[in-house]
C-alpha cells in the first residue's frame, strides 16, 4: 500500500493522481455498462488484432481493459497506473488468474513517477 502523504506535502500531480485513487470514479466508470461493453466486445470481436501482441494500458486503473486484452489474446499487457488504485487491481488480476507468466499482466503502481 502507498505512503499518505501530508496535504502540505502534495502537489498538484499529487491530487491529480489520487482523484484516481477512489473508488467511486472507477465504479462509475464500470457500472457504465455500455462502455464497458463496447470495450469489452470490441476487443474480443476482434481477437486477431490482440493475438500474440504486446499491450500497453496507460491509465490501467482497475485493470479491466488490461484483462480485456490478455483474454482477447495479449501475449503481455502491461499496464500503468500512477495513482494507488494500482494497489486493488494487482489484486484483481490475481483474483482472475490474469497474473501467469503467459499472460503477463502487470500494473507499474502509483510508486513509479518516471
Request: hydrophobic share 35%; charged share 25%.
Given at each position: 500500500?502507498?505512503k499518505?502523504?501530508?496535504?502540505e506535502e502534495m502537489?498538484s500531480r499529487?491530487?491529480?493522481?489520487?482523484?484516481?485513487?477512489?473508488?467511486?470514479?472507477h465504479?462509475?466508470?464500470?457500472k457504465d455498462e455500455v462502455?464497458t461493453?463496447?470495450?469489452r466486445?470490441?476487443m474480443?470481436h476482434n481477437?486477431?488484432?490482440f493475438?500474440d501482441?504486446?499491450?500497453?494500458d496507460?491509465?490501467s486503473?482497475?485493470?479491466i481493459?488490461?484483462?480485456?486484452a490478455?483474454?482477447a489474446g495479449?501475449?503481455k499487457?502491461?499496464g500503468?497506473?500512477c495513482?494507488?488504485?494500482?494497489?486493488?487491481s494487482?489484486?484483481?488480476i490475481?483474483?482472475?488468474?490474469l497474473?501467469?507468466?503467459?499472460?503477463?499482466?502487470?500494473?507499474?503502481?502509483h510508486g513509479w513517477?518516471?
Open positions: 500500500m502507498s499518505l502523504l501530508n496535504p502537489t499529487d491530487y491529480y493522481f489520487d482523484s484516481y485513487a477512489h473508488f467511486g470514479i465504479e462509475e466508470m464500470l462502455r461493453l463496447t470495450y466486445n470490441s474480443y481477437k486477431h488484432v493475438k501482441k504486446v499491450v500497453l496507460v491509465g486503473g482497475t485493470g481493459l488490461s484483462m480485456f490478455a483474454k495479449a501475449k499487457v502491461f500503468i497506473e495513482s494507488s488504485i494500482s494497489d486493488y494487482e489484486k484483481i490475481k483474483a482472475n488468474h497474473d501467469n507468466s503467459k499472460t503477463y499482466l502487470r500494473v507499474f503502481s513517477r518516471g
